[in-house]
């Protein structure tokens, strides 16, 4: 992780100093792995099996940094999850909009966190992915886009997720 802070660091400081507008996003995809006895003992569970959706989830919890070496505005985004990651780096940097950018934008003001664990609704309560709740269609409509954007290939509608030239 130190040598990963110092990368990132050098990384900072040279485009600090070049005259094109440059954005870095800077992400993981979970925490270091530590040992089961470690987070049962973090999380006061006798077995990992017996975390609630809400507990599972924040093992895969990491932070996020959108840096740009020109004036943006500055926020704090309290949860996302990382289906949304490339929608919020095109809206800091006033890029356009694909269509599927724009379900994003829309799908997230109901469900800010989605993930394989579960997701999470926007007043904060947890749903385990396995879940018959008031989002199962939404979310599977989303499942279904995603599936063609990322796995369907053959038949996927390009322009939902790209812009045109």
């Known amino acids: 992780m130190k040598e990963t802070d110092s990368a ?3 990384l900072v400081e040279y485009f600090s100093e070049v005259d094109e507008p440059t954005i870095i996003c800077m992400f993981g995809d979970h925490y270091p792995s530590l040992g089961d006895d470690f987070y049962e003992e973090l999380m006061g569970v006798d077995s990992l099996d017996n975390l609630t ?3 599972e989830m924040s093992r895969y919890e990491t932070p996020f940094i959108i840096w740009a070496n020109y004036d ?3 926020a704090e ?3 996302i999850s990382v289906n949304y990651l490339s929608t919020l780096l095109s809206q800091v940097a006033g890029l356009p909009q694909t269509q599927y950018n724009k379900y994003l934008s829309v799908l997230y003001q109901s469900l800010p966190v989605i993930s394989s664990v579960g997701y999470v609704d926007s007043e904060g309560v947890y749903y385990a992915s396995d879940e018959t709740t008031p989002y199962t269609d ?3 409509t989303y499942n279904c886009i995603a599936y063609n954007s ?3 290939s053959e038949n996927r509608a390009d322009s939902i997720f790209y812009l045109d030239e």
């Open 72 to 74: 943006i505005e500055e």
């Open 53 to 55: 959706t809400e507990q």
């Open 8 to 10: 990132f660091e050098e």
């Open 77 to 79: 985004v309290e949860n």
């Open 150 to 152: 990322l796995l369907d």
């Open 138 to 140: 939404l979310l599977h």
